[in-house]
């Protein structure tokens, strides 16, 4: 009977680990069942971090031993408790589907960042907070000026994010000249 008891409670347990852990719920149930000795790590680890929860927002620093940076920040650090937003590579097509801007670089810029802008309000965030850019571009060279005037437009520019340009030949379409992923980071 004990044992009943206690399998029970466990099992109640998982449940609201689940909920409070991944959202969970019977609406929106996991893809496998929770494993009792994970559920059980990630039980101590939010009951370690609990007391760390809220303690503000990320801090985006520039540590002096390292290179000068522009317009990006070497190093964010976000506090325990804070909730990941990770948002798939934007580009610059509209609602329907199409290309935006043509071959005008600007145009292209400003449609990933409203659709990054779009994305974000759709989990409740904004530019605010974003703490990490990745984009993928083309032509370096010649638009890295332009991306750095149009982003600064969406971002506090006096602690912008931690951001990683890489240059392609080539993006998923040939008339694509940017892709922009963005990591952001809510409180609970």
């Known amino acids: 009977m004990r044992g009943r008891i206690l399998l029970k409670a466990f099992a109640a347990e998982r449940r609201v680990a689940g909920r ?6 019977p609406a929106n ?3 496998m069942p929770l494993h009792p000795i994970r559920t059980l790590s990630l039980l101590l680890l939010c009951a370690l971090a609990a007391p760390l929860a809220g303690q503000g927002r990320p801090t985006f620093t520039n540590p002096s ?11 964010v650090d976000i506090p325990a408790g804070s909730r990941l937003i990770v948002l798939s590579g934007q580009v610059p097509l509209d609602s329907t589907g199409q290309l935006v ?3 005008d ?3 292209q810029a400003v449609q990933v960042f409203e659709n990054l ?3 974000l309000k759709s989990r409740g965030a904004g530019f605010a907070d974003v703490v990490k850019f990745t984009f993928y571009i083309l032509d ?3 638009n890295l000026g332009t991306l750095r005037e149009v982003r600064d437009r969406y971002i506090n520019a006096a ?3 931690a951001s990683t340009l890489v240059q392609v030949s080539g993006l998923f379409r040939p008339d694509v000249l940017l892709e922009v992923e963005v990591m952001a980071v809510v409180p609970r």
């Not at 409070?20 to 719920?25: D, P, T």
């Not at 031993?65 to 070497?74: A, V």
Request: charged fraction near 15%; glycine fraction near 12%; proline fraction near 17%.
């Open 20 to 25: 409070v852990l991944f959202g969970f719920s």
């Open 65 to 75: 031993d390292l290179p000068p940076t522009r317009g990006y920040s070497q190093v």
């Open 105 to 107: 670089f600007r145009a």
């Open 29 to 31: 149930p996991p893809l």
């Open 159 to 161: 602690a912008p994010p």
């Open 117 to 119: 802008r779009r994305a």
């Open 140 to 142: 370096a060279n010649k």
């Open 101 to 103: 801007g043509g071959a």
